[in-house]
């Protein structure tokens, strides 16, 4: 069975532009959420959506967006980027978040780089 | 906001030494995940405890869940090269899956 698969793995992006990274759950998971991991640090959580509905968000600015599609799948749009910005997004899936010990499986990530 | 503190920051040994990570803090967890992860990959899951005192072994690793829940630890036995890596502990709440990671331990096993 295939994992958390995320795109792009890799992109570069100017100051100001916009990004979209994609995301598609383990097969039967309908909880998705979003970290960003700087560089040297454990991830911080952006985003979470179980059922498409928007469940939780971490400490991010407005232009940090996401939604969950019909199928589960997901999308993370960061607007107007800046320079702090470049990390490693990760997207990770679990069955069902409100049950205790429930475990969360990441992707690989997306390397996103802002010059 | 619960805060997770993880110690030591970096570890460095020779293949064959034993060591221990260890993740803290002041609130109480309804469980909590140690992790694993490659530069240039994603995190990959070690273990999940979720009962206070719980101890539980992976080969040449053990997790041990505090009885208060409230601190866990990462002990390896005999590490090889192949443990190099950055070592995370996570706790999830209630809060539909939300994980607070502590910052990792950064390990270097040289051969």
Redesign the interface.
Request: charge should be neutral; glycine fraction near 10%.
């Given at each position: 069975d295939a994992g958390?698969t995320q795109s792009p793995t890799h992109l570069i992006k100017t100051r100001g532009q916009h990004v979209t990274l994609r995301c598609s759950p383990i097969s039967g998971h309908k909880?998705v959420?979003w970290?960003q991991q700087v560089l040297?640090?454990?991830?911080?959580?952006i985003f979470?959506y179980?059922e498409k509905e928007e469940?939780?968000r971490?400490n991010f600015p407005d232009r940090f967006s996401a939604r969950q599609f019909p199928n589960y799948s997901s999308e993370l749009n960061v607007n107007a980027l800046l320079l702090g910005d470049s990390a490693?997004y990760?997207c990770?899936s679990?069955l069902d978040?409100?049950v205790?010990?429930?475990?969360?499986?990441?992707?690989?990530?997306s390397?996103l780089t802002v010059v | 906001t619960q805060l997770l503190e993880?110690s030591p920051q970096f570890l460095s040994i020779q293949e064959g030494e034993n060591l221990t990570v260890y993740c803290n803090s002041s609130s109480v967890f309804?469980?909590l995940?140690w992790?694993r992860q490659e530069p240039?990959?994603?995190?990959?899951?070690l273990v999940?405890v979720?009962t206070g005192g719980e101890v539980k072994k992976l080969k040449r690793l053990t997790f041990q869940f505090g009885d208060a829940r409230k601190d866990s630890s990462l002990h390896i036995t005999a590490a090889q090269p192949g443990d190099t890596g950055l070592y995370?502990c996570?706790a999830?709440g209630?809060?539909?899956?939300?994980?607070?990671?502590?910052?990792?331990t950064i390990l270097t096993v040289h051969p």
């Amino acid at each position: 069975d295939a994992g958390v698969t995320q795109s792009p793995t890799h992109l570069i992006k100017t100051r100001g532009q916009h990004v979209t990274l994609r995301c598609s759950p383990i097969s039967g998971h309908k909880s998705v959420s979003w970290y960003q991991q700087v560089l040297g640090q454990g991830p911080q959580f952006i985003f979470q959506y179980y059922e498409k509905e928007e469940r939780g968000r971490g400490n991010f600015p407005d232009r940090f967006s996401a939604r969950q599609f019909p199928n589960y799948s997901s999308e993370l749009n960061v607007n107007a980027l800046l320079l702090g910005d470049s990390a490693l997004y990760l997207c990770a899936s679990s069955l069902d978040p409100l049950v205790a010990g429930n475990t969360i499986y990441f992707g690989e990530g997306s390397w996103l780089t802002v010059v | 906001t619960q805060l997770l503190e993880q110690s030591p920051q970096f570890l460095s040994i020779q293949e064959g030494e034993n060591l221990t990570v260890y993740c803290n803090s002041s609130s109480v967890f309804s469980s909590l995940q140690w992790y694993r992860q490659e530069p240039g990959e994603g995190p990959v899951l070690l273990v999940t405890v979720v009962t206070g005192g719980e101890v539980k072994k992976l080969k040449r690793l053990t997790f041990q869940f505090g009885d208060a829940r409230k601190d866990s630890s990462l002990h390896i036995t005999a590490a090889q090269p192949g443990d190099t890596g950055l070592y995370l502990c996570a706790a999830g709440g209630t809060s539909y899956g939300k994980l607070t990671f502590g910052q990792g331990t950064i390990l270097t096993v040289h051969p």
